[in-house]
């Protein structure tokens, strides 16, 4: 089992920056690609950005490509995305992902394995 537990959401206004953090308990984290979803209200999961087990690849999702940016630091067993450029289009709740590294990077969160509980991201206009 891994355990992801979400910080970082909040509001800001259009144009401002967060930071979400997800840290990562259980199992091996470097065993781990990882990857962010987000859904809106009556809307379906979406695809946001991944990152492989080792930090060395990368895949955004169009939306969100220029503006956000995923990294992990593997010694801290924590995955981040650096959100900057806000719109209010980006408001979700943000969850991270683990998914087991064997196989490229994924963009359908139904390969997912484990899931945090969400951090919920507020863009005002």
């Known amino acids: 089992q891994v355990q992801l537990v979400e910080s970082g959401g909040g509001l800001v206004q259009a144009g401002g920056s967060l930071r979400l953090s997800c840290a990562a308990s259980?199992?091996?984290?470097?065993?781990?690609?990882m990857g962010w979803f987000r859904q809106a209200p009556g809307k379906e999961r979406e695809f946001v950005a991944t990152?492989?087990?080792?930090?060395?690849?990368?895949v955004y999702a169009d939306s969100v490509k220029g503006r956000f940016t995923i990294s992990r630091d593997n010694a801290k067993n924590t995955v981040y995305l650096q959100m900057n450029s806000l719109k209010p289009e980006d408001t979700a709740v943000y969850y991270c992902a683990a998914d087991f590294f064997i196989g490229g990077l994924d963009r359908n969160w139904r390969q997912y394995n484990y899931w945090g509980q969400g951090t919920q991201v507020t863009v005002s206009s």
């Open positions: 259980g199992r091996t984290f470097s065993n781990y690609h």
């Open positions: 990152i492989s087990n080792s930090g060395g690849s990368t």
